[in-house]
């Protein structure tokens, strides 16, 4: 039996199907933070200050708070309000009426307008549709969407009207990304809503059969989906690892009988395994 063959074997089979995604799903899917996407998009970052991709970007010391949400408005709306890609649609195809859970470092919300039970979903490093106090003074995210959408069309010579910088309604300072970066990061009630559903749905998943499916995960942040599956596949004797990543097909010896390893794009991998 072949990879894909096995691939689909295993999806059929397996009493739970645990995705784990990174930064390479959203790259196969079409998201692109350089080349033709920035220079259509952020042309002056890169003749003011010689950039190239939005993620670099983002980094810039802006002068003032205005031209830094100028091009935060932008980069959010891009990259979190421009609509559900289709392999994110295609992979809900192939798993959707299986007993799954989705365990992700992305912050594109992708899987939830891609029809994925928010209840199944843990998104572990935050959401770029959400902002939180920057100090933070509380516990609470807000939703985004409406301001971010008056800056981008109230955005003038890359500034922002003052009176749309976010201010967080209990004291006043500044808003920010909920993104994990520092320790600020504001772990809201929904956040810890899906770290309960995650961990309640790994106790179910012991000594059950378990497909561990890993798409585009690097090694930014392997302690939070990359080793977690090698350890749960070593200890579960039921569960079969599979990964997929253009980069890397490392996989420990211990579990190298019940893993495979591909480099191929996602998408083409999707693509395959939808085929009847």
């Not at 009630?189 to 000594?207: D, F, S």
């Not at 977690?228 to 490392?250: C, G, H, I, M, Q």
């Amino acid at each position: 039996m072949g990879n894909i063959e096995k691939i689909k074997e295993l999806i059929a089979s397996s009493d739970k199907i645990l995705i784990g995604a990174g930064a390479g799903l959203s790259a196969a899917a079409g998201f692109e933070y350089g080349g033709k996407t920035f220079m259509d998009n952020f042309a002056y970052m890169y003749n003011l200050y010689g950039y190239t991709d939005m993620y670099s970007a983002g980094f810039h010391p802006f002068d003032t708070n205005l031209e830094k949400w100028a091009y935060w408005a932008k980069f959010i709306k891009l990259n979190r309000y421009s609509g559900v890609k289709m392999l994110y649609k295609d992979l809900y195809k192939l798993v959707g009426a299986k007993d799954y859970f989705v365990l992700t470092t992305n912050v594109d919300h992708q899987f939830q307008l891609a029809g994925f039970d928010k209840k199944r979903l843990f998104y572990t490093q935050g959401d770029y549709g959400l902002f939180q106090c920057s100090v933070p003074c509380h516990n609470k995210t807000y939703d985004n969407e409406k301001i971010i959408n008056e800056m981008v069309l109230k955005e003038k010579n890359h500034k922002i009207p003052e009176n749309l910088v976010p201010r967080c309604p209990v004291c006043g300072k500044e808003m920010e990304t909920n993104l994990r970066s520092d320790d600020n990061f504001v772990e809201d009630e929904g956040w810890r809503k899906a770290l309960n559903n995650y961990q309640n749905y790994m106790k179910e998943a012991k000594n059950k059969k378990v497909l561990l499916f890993e798409l585009g995960v690097g090694y930014n942040t392997p302690v939070i989906i990359k080793y977690p599956f090698w350890r749960f596949t070593k200890e579960n004797k039921n569960a079969f690892y599979v990964s997929v990543n253009l980069d890397d097909d490392y996989v420990p010896t211990e579990i190298k009988e019940r893993s495979i390893s591909l480099n191929m794009n996602i998408k083409d991998l999707i693509r395959l395994l939808l085929e009847k």
